[in-house]
């Protein structure tokens, strides 16, 4: 059994969740201790217990220390099962989190599945879906993953509600992310606003437009209502590059007191910057393609709009649990390379 020390490097859920989809891939039962150690509220929200149980669900894993506030958790998995799931966080908990641990669990599943799931669609510390739609999940393609995720509902803190369908099909085996160099022939984006009056959608639009005009690029950002509407107002703006060989969004989240504008302009500011650094993937998506690249068939290579606290400790995981050799060039809080060499995992 693997142990995991949930209190190493960055110290959050995103050990568990790591530690979570590796035990299922490769059959390793775990336990994970000081589990969200180093944050104010320790152990297990209904988020990150969600996450478990959906994990244990599709893999018939035995567990213990499944339970609010839990620091303290073994998960021992069988076989990967696909299927339909419906999974309900219960409050504004990040479906686009969950999804982080349950994606790669499902690449090696025995067929298609399809999830519902209900929580929350854009939430402060995780990408909204839209970034995972139009960002991270065309990385995956590019590996050979074979993903589709629709909104049927969005979901904003307090009250969440949001509900997002998936469907996946399962792979043999994962392709290295190999990117060439960067050919960027358009920035779009999503104005979003849902119980809020329209001209929210549009001032945050129009403002992202202004701040991006600086980099003399083709842009397209669409003003967007929700509807149904949802249950608690809220806003928020994804921006991502269209082309080829690049993998870069970003958002910014509305909030009470905080102007249209200032979400706007917040996104486009992270949009230029990255865009200076000539980088192939966004400082985010680079967390979510740490686990592929560990077990994709060859070396996969691409630089890194910054190499954040987060990706190490993503590189520091699939270490522990595979021999997928790693190499980053570049200081941490700025932009860089990283290589990886693949196991070469198939699915039996």
């Known amino acids: 059994m693997i142990q995991i020390d949930g209190s190493m490097m960055e110290g959050g859920g995103q050990l568990l969740r790591m530690a979570t989809s590796y035990s299922a891939i ?24 969600t996450t478990l149980r959906t994990a244990a669900e599709i893999t018939n894993a035995e567990t213990s220390g499944a339970e609010i506030g839990s620091q303290e958790i073994t998960f021992t998995p069988e076989k990967i099962r696909g299927g339909e799931y419906d999974i309900n966080i219960g409050t504004a908990g990040s479906i686009s989190l969950l999804l982080q641990c349950i994606n790669p669990i499902l690449w090696y599943s025995d067929k298609p599945s399809k999830l519902t799931i209900k929580g929350g669609t854009a939430v402060n510390w995780s990408p909204p879906i839209t970034f995972l739609q139009q960002v991270v999940y065309k990385a995956f393609h590019s590996m050979g993953v074979n993903t589709s995720i629709n909104v049927k509902r969005h979901g904003f803190y307090p009250k969440g509600g949001g509900e997002v369908t998936q469907t996946t099909h399962p792979v043999k085996s994962l392709q290295p992310l190999r990117p060439k160099e960067p050919d960027i022939k358009k920035i779009n984006g999503i104005s979003l606003c849902g119980a809020l009056p329209e001209h929210v959608a549009v001032r945050q639009a129009n403002s992202a437009k202004k701040h991006l005009n600086q980099i003399r690029q083709k842009t397209s950002i669409k003003p967007i209502v929700a509807d149904p509407p949802p249950l608690s107002p809220g806003s928020f703006v994804v921006l991502w590059c269209e082309g080829s060989d690049v993998y870069i969004g970003v958002d910014s989240l509305g909030a009470r007191g905080k102007p249209s504008e200032v979400v706007g302009t917040e996104a486009a500011s992270k949009l230029v910057n990255d865009l200076r650094t000539g980088s192939h993937v966004d400082k985010n998506t680079t967390d979510h393609l740490i686990l592929p690249a560990s077990l994709a068939e060859g070396g996969s290579m691409f630089r890194t709009s910054e190499i954040t606290f987060h ?15 790693f190499k980053v060039s570049g ?15 198939r699915r039996n």
């Open 26 to 49: 490769l059959g390793e039962p775990i336990t994970v201790y000081n589990i969200r150690a180093k944050r104010r509220d320790p152990g297990l929200k209904p988020q990150h217990l």
């Open 311 to 325: 990706t190490l400790t993503a590189i520091k995981i699939a270490e522990t649990f595979t021999d997928a050799k």
């Open 331 to 345: 200081r941490m809080g700025e932009p860089g390379t990283i290589w990886i060499k693949g196991i070469g995992y």
